[in-house]
């Protein structure tokens, strides 16, 4: 039998990565420092941590729309110069173009070339996220959850290998949330994608994750990795496992605590 050797390959990978800022006080800001991580294919990992600790900017460099100040952030093993249809970004807002409908929203990255496939794929994801009835519906007409719903279908309808989330689901209500967290799982199981996701939430990380890497601010940092019990799919339910529980308040133990700031 071949040998596995994602390990010591890596999709994704970090090297010693800092980044630093400077304001416009012109203050330095050190947003990440040292960060050494690799994602292997198929991983589903999640970064949680509170606000400003470096997360959307581990996912900017990860995407190639920033730069290292030092280290380096390496896909297949090759430095990342530009962003890449390979990885696909949801922003943390709805990354949704409020002037094309549903279905022109999810056929935006696709190549025009091939219509009758390209149909196909666009009534495949229309189904798939439930949006039928709304292909010819503006963002402004749908729902929150509705709308990080076309914002998935359109980055995962160009088939990435790696998929990129900033907190996609952080603005929707506890059901919504739950349902899209399904639906994450359902459509990245079919696609058998790479993914780095985002979020403030424990219980989201611990639903979603093969691994939870913690991180802690100034400078942004990751203070520790943690591998949910139980295999996936999970749900809400599986959080009342003791399991569970108790890895939910290790982890809540270890969460840095919010200070005010200027
Ligand atoms: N373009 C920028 N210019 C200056 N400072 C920046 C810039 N982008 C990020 N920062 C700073 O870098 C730090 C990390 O920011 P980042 O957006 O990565 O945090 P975050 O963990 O995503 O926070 P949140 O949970 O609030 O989204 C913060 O102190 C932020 O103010
Ligand atoms: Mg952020």
Same mark, same amino acid.
């Given at each position: 039998m071949e040998m596995k050797t994602n390990n010591d390959t890596g999709l994704l990978k970090f090297q010693n990565v800092s980044k630093t800022f400077v304001d416009n006080k012109f203050r330095k800001i050190?947003?990440?420092?040292n960060i050494t991580f690799a994602l292997n294919q198929s991983e589903f990992i999640v970064i949680i941590g509170p606000s400003g600790c470096g997360k959307s900017t581990i996912l900017r460099l990860a995407a190639g729309l920033d730069k290292t100040s030092f280290g380096k952030v390496l896909y297949r093993g090759k430095q990342i110069k530009e962003p890449d249809r390979r990885r696909g970004l949801v922003f943390?807002?709805?990354?949704?173009?409020?002037? /094309?409908t549903v279905r022109e929203n999810i056929e935006f990255g696709l190549d025009k070339t091939d219509s009758r496939l390209n149909q196909e794929k666009v009534s495949n994801w229309l189904f798939f996220t439930g949006l039928a009835n709304f292909?010819?519906?503006?963002?402004?007409?749908?729902?929150g959850g509705m709308r990080q719903r076309v914002a998935l279908a359109r980055t995962m309808i160009v088939e990435p290998e790696l998929l990129l989330l900033d907190e996609p689901f952080g603005a929707l209500d506890e059901r919504t949330r739950e349902s899209m967290q399904a639906l994450l799982l359902k459509a990245v199981a079919n696609s058998g994608c790479s993914v780095l996701l985002v979020t403030h939430d424990i219980r989201e990380a611990l639903i979603l994750a093969d691994r939870v890497f913690l991180m802690g601010p100034h400078?942004?940092?990751? /203070?520790d990795t943690f591998v949910p019990p139980?295999?996936?799919?999970?749900?809400?339910?599986?959080?009342?496992?003791p399991e569970f529980k108790s890895l939910y308040k290790e982890i809540l133990n270890r969460f840095p605590v919010q200070l005010l700031e200027d």
């Open positions: 050190q947003a990440l420092a943390q807002s709805y990354s949704v173009f409020p002037w /094309l292909a010819d519906a503006y963002p402004k007409a749908l729902s400078p942004g940092k990751i /203070l139980s295999e996936k799919p999970r749900t809400r339910d599986n959080l009342s496992n």
